[in-house]
């Protein structure tokens, strides 16, 4: 990832986000002096993760049994894109092709246009997300059994986990989810609008409620009345009727009048925002949502902060992404290497 996606002075800014709070060292698996070093590292660790192929561990003699030999307690998180056995295994995986695989990409994109991909890494954040899951639901079984184990997360699965009950609807009724753009088949209006300053705004009805209160504040009240108004179902089947009432009130109203209308009738709306918006409104602000990190390449950072907040144990971001292998030389003093073997070791390619 240093080099995916824009950089600043040479300097890739993906790997600042991604490299947080984590340190950087380098070693070549395929060689005996670099094999022994990742399984003294590993009799040190809680937790190795690794992407490489099915059998690529394997081949450099450092599978599950070699790493747990070393370390009982170890768990190895394996992350891959079509998992660690079946008929697509050895397969390379992306997370574009999980999108495309999981159904994700058939459900998204307007009815009559192609199956449309997110234009960012989804699949593989959710597995990642996925992954830290079970790493800590593996770490609280070794606890009361002292064994750690393998964690097998194919990039495929959690997207489709993520997806709802299609595989449901599909087994007992034969349906087939299609493309609907941003209407959705569950409830209505949920679309977005253009407002009369040109700006978008986002709508969402899930609740009867609030849907009822959209319609009265767009005034058009008799559309409670009609049957088909009492489910989202309903809703969802007579989605042009209320996308014509609501997007016709919210182009006759600047973006700030109309969250404000929205936001004293009690109706969920929101701003349509690019990443500039993001980092100027008040609530992400409020919640820390964008932090400042310093770095000593580039100066001050503003990224992501940490996921969530806990009240007793916060954690903060120490440090953006390192440059390869900054930490090579403080990691292995820490394993107990001399300076000297850390010289030969770099002089046999092993770093």
Same mark, same amino acid.
């Given at each position: 990832?240093?080099?995916?996606?824009?950089?600043?002075?040479?300097?890739?800014?993906?790997?600042?986000?991604?490299?947080?709070?984590?340190?950087?060292?380098?070693?070549?698996?395929?060689?005996?002096?670099?094999?022994?070093?990742?399984?003294?590292?590993?009799?040190?660790?809680?937790?190795?993760?690794?992407?490489?192929?099915?059998?690529?561990?394997?081949?450099?003699?450092?599978?599950?049994?070699?790493?747990?030999?070393?370390?009982?307690?170890?768990?190895?998180?394996?992350?891959?894109?079509?998992?660690?056995?079946?008929?697509?295994?050895?397969?390379?995986?992306?997370?574009?092709?999980?999108?495309?695989?999981?159904? %994700?990409?058939?459900?998204?994109?307007?009815?009559?246009?192609?199956?449309?991909?997110?234009?960012?890494?989804?699949?593989?954040?959710?597995?990642?997300?996925?992954?830290?899951?079970?790493?800590?639901?593996?770490?609280?079984?070794?606890?009361?059994?002292?064994?750690?184990?393998?964690?097998?997360?194919?990039?495929?699965?959690?997207?489709?986990?993520?997806?709802?009950?299609?595989?449901?609807?599909?087994?007992?009724?034969? *349906?087939?989810?299609?493309?609907?753009?941003?209407?959705?088949?569950?409830? @209505?209006?949920?679309?977005?609008?253009?407002?009369?300053?040109?700006?978008?705004?986002?709508?969402?009805?899930?609740?009867?409620?609030?849907?009822?209160?959209?319609?009265?504040?767009?005034?058009?009240?008799?559309?409670?009345?009609?049957?088909? %108004?009492?489910?989202?179902?309903?809703?969802?089947?007579?989605?042009?009727?209320?996308?014509?009432?609501?997007?016709?009130?919210?182009?006759?109203?600047?973006?700030?009048?109309?969250?404000?209308?929205?936001?004293?009738?009690?109706?969920?709306?929101?701003?349509? *925002?690019?990443?500039?918006?993001?980092?100027?409104?008040?609530?992400?602000?409020?919640?820390?949502?964008?932090?400042?990190?310093?770095?000593?390449?580039?100066?001050?950072?503003?990224?992501?902060?940490?996921?969530?907040?806990?009240?007793?144990?916060?954690?903060?971001?120490?440090?953006?992404?390192?440059?390869?292998?900054?930490?090579?030389?403080?990691?292995?003093?820490?394993?107990?290497?001399?300076?000297?073997?850390?010289? @030969?070791?770099?002089?046999?390619?092993?770093?």
């Amino acid at each position: 990832m240093a080099a995916s996606g824009p950089s600043k002075d040479g300097v890739g800014l993906w790997w600042k986000l991604l490299g947080r709070n984590k340190r950087n060292l380098t070693l070549d698996l395929s060689t005996p002096e670099g094999r022994q070093l990742l399984l003294r590292l590993a009799a040190t660790a809680d937790v190795i993760i690794e992407n490489f192929r099915p059998g690529t561990l394997e081949k450099w003699n450092l599978g599950w049994p070699e790493l747990s030999a070393a370390n009982p307690r170890l768990v190895l998180a394996r992350v891959t894109g079509f998992g660690q056995f079946g008929p697509y295994s050895h397969r390379p995986g992306f997370g574009t092709l999980a999108e495309a695989m999981s159904g %994700f990409a058939a459900i998204t994109g307007e009815p009559d246009g192609p199956p449309t991909l997110p234009p960012f890494g989804l699949a593989d954040s959710i597995a990642a997300l996925a992954t830290s899951y079970a790493v800590m639901t593996a770490l609280a079984a070794r606890d009361r059994t002292g064994n750690g184990q393998v964690v097998d997360m194919a990039i495929i699965e959690p997207i489709l986990t993520v997806l709802g009950p299609q595989p449901l609807w599909y087994d007992q009724l034969g *349906y087939v989810q299609p493309r609907t753009g941003n209407r959705s088949l569950n409830n @209505a209006p949920r679309n977005t609008y253009r407002t009369a300053d040109g700006s978008w705004l986002a709508v969402s009805t899930s609740a009867q409620s609030i849907a009822e209160r959209v319609m009265r504040l767009v005034g058009r009240p008799e559309l409670i009345a009609e049957p088909w %108004f009492t489910t989202g179902s309903g809703r969802a089947e007579h989605s042009d009727v209320l996308d014509e009432a609501v997007g016709s009130w919210i182009a006759r109203h600047t973006r700030e009048d109309a969250m404000a209308a929205f936001e004293k009738a009690e109706a969920a709306i929101a701003p349509i *925002y690019d990443i500039r918006d993001v980092m100027e409104d008040p609530q992400y602000r409020a919640l820390d949502s964008i932090t400042e990190v310093p770095d000593p390449e580039l100066g001050p950072l503003r990224m992501q902060n940490v996921l969530f907040r806990l009240s007793e144990t916060p954690g903060a971001i120490h440090w953006a992404g390192r440059p390869h292998g900054a930490d090579t030389d403080a990691v292995l003093t820490e394993l107990g290497l001399s300076g000297a073997e850390i010289t @030969a070791l770099r002089t046999t390619g092993a770093l």
